[in-house]
């Protein structure tokens, strides 16, 4: 069984930049599609909002409107990791990101099977 550990989540100003890692242990990653999704302040977790997917081989990546042009995806196969470059970061990023493994290259948080514990992002103005 995959288990998914975020890491890299902390308070940051606003224009800042943060980078979140999400390692997994007990199965390689490389066979999984890797998403990112992110719980707002007063949202349930059920209504996570979709913010990145990267394919199992790092080739193909879509983002949000939201976050396009501001936070990159990639993947470390060999170790087992993927990350979420966030730069120019704004108040409304404030959130807990969580990362997810699934195999579609999915923007719907149904599609992914596995998920981490979430990392908190804060933005402050």
């Known amino acids: 069984q995959v288990q998914l550990v975020e890491s890299g989540g902390g308070l940051v100003q606003a224009g800042g930049s943060l980078r979140l890692s999400c390692a997994a242990s007990g199965r390689t990653l490389s066979s999984y599609f890797m998403g990112w999704f992110r719980q707002a302040p007063g949202k349930e977790r059920e209504f996570v909002e979709f913010?990145?997917?990267?394919?199992?081989?790092?080739?193909?990546?879509s983002y949000a409107d939201s976050v396009r042009g501001r936070f990159t995806i990639s993947r470390d196969n060999a170790k087992n990791t993927v990350y979420l470059q966030m730069n120019s970061l704004k108040p409304e990023d404030t959130a807990v990101y969580y990362c997810a493994a699934g195999s579609d290259f999915a923007i719907r948080p149904h599609r992914y099977d596995l998920w981490g514990q979430g990392t908190q992002v804060t933005v402050s103005s």
């Open positions: 913010v990145a997917v990267i394919s199992h081989t790092g080739a193909s990546t």
